[in-house]
């Protein structure tokens, strides 16, 4: 089966983590509709996801020219809207999870298929918690809405490729209850 490129489309790569994973049930934030949502992090050292990303987001300004135009006699500079690469040592600097990353907040009101290394979906939803590093599927379009012009980053599907160090506090019971003493079944 032949694949069609699609500049304002990216697959992350690998050491791509999951973070405010609202993947299984769409979540409504600021009162606007509920969508499926993922912060994707990732680290300046994969400068071939972020050269992708880059280049993706040039795509859909370029594609998106009449919609950033709006009434307007212009279309506005690049360098002068809204777009979905931020830095994390600059946005996020006390968290340290974002240290030396980048993230783009992707979302969409469809569910994104999940599935495992191997490509089998995943349905179990202990399986994909905010943590996980994985891969993801995302389109970047643009939006001129209320005032406001820019880039989105759309969600497509997700790649589990390895557990991580649960974000948020929250500790899984696996890992809670690894260690106990049982002294008590004896």
């Given at each position: 089966?032949?694949?069609?490129a699609t ?16 993947v299984?049930e769409?979540?409504?934030i ?7 949502s ?6 300046k ?8 990303i880059?280049d993706?987001i040039?795509?859909a ?17 690049l360098?002068?809207i809204?777009t ?19 993230f ?5 009101a469809?569910a994104p ?8 979906p995943?349905?179990?939803r ?17 939006f001129n809405?209320?005032?406001?012009k ?8 997700l ?7 649960p974000l ?15 002294e008590?079944?004896s």
């Amino acid at each position: 089966m032949a694949k069609f490129a699609t500049p304002t489309k990216v697959i992350t790569g690998v050491k791509t983590r999951w973070s405010y994973a609202n993947v299984w049930e769409p979540k409504s934030i600021n009162g606007g509709a509920p969508k499926y949502s993922v912060s994707l992090i990732i680290p300046k050292s994969d400068t071939v996801t972020v050269g992708k990303i880059k280049d993706a987001i040039k795509a859909a300004y370029e594609e998106g020219q009449s919609k950033l135009k709006g009434n307007n006699k212009s279309v506005p500079a690049l360098s002068s809207i809204k777009t979905p690469l931020r830095d994390g040592d600059l946005d996020r600097p006390d968290d340290a999870t974002y240290k030396g990353c980048y993230f783009i907040n992707a979302n969409s009101a469809t569910a994104p298929g999940i599935v495992d290394a191997a490509r089998q979906p995943i349905l179990e939803r202990s399986e994909v918690y905010s943590g996980v590093y994985g891969r993801a599927s995302i389109n970047f379009y643009a939006f001129n809405s209320n005032g406001n012009k820019g880039i989105a980053c759309g969600l497509n599907n997700l790649q589990k490729i390895s557990d991580g160090e649960p974000l948020g506090g929250k500790t899984r019971a696996e890992d809670d209850f690894a260690d106990e003493d049982e002294e008590f079944l004896s």
